[in-house]
């Protein structure tokens, strides 16, 4: 609450993982409870981290977000106090898994995405 309460311009992204085809719900609490804190962050981004090959499939399709991905952000939506202004679907990197301390460079299409979010 006081980072955002500082002068300055700010984008503000939050991340949650998948398991079995759910948005996990403790990232779920934790943006509410972050958007409760600082109502007048009214525009922010949403990266949906960790999802499998199959199931990015189900989402995405040409790059763009299919009725079932419109409906699990539906979902994981409702509650929140303010919607997000875009999300950003992320399949799952099959070298990152189970590592620890590594980071890889961001792909171009999540760098456009963080670019086109106010």
Known sequence: KQALAQN???KVFFVAGMQSGRVVSTDTTTV????DAAPTLTQYGMIINKVGKRLHEQLMENGEKT?????VISVMSKDLPQQATDFFVMVEDPE???????????????????????
């Not at 509410?32 to 958007?35: C, D, G, S, T």
């Not at 009725?67 to 409906?71: A, T, V």
């Open 67 to 71: 009725e079932i991905c419109l409906k």
């Open 96 to 118: 990152l898994k189970d590592a620890e301390n590594e980071c890889k460079p961001l792909t171009p299409e999540l760098l456009k995405f963080m670019n086109s979010v106010p």
């Open 8 to 10: 300055g311009d700010y």
């Open 32 to 35: 509410e409870l972050v958007l």
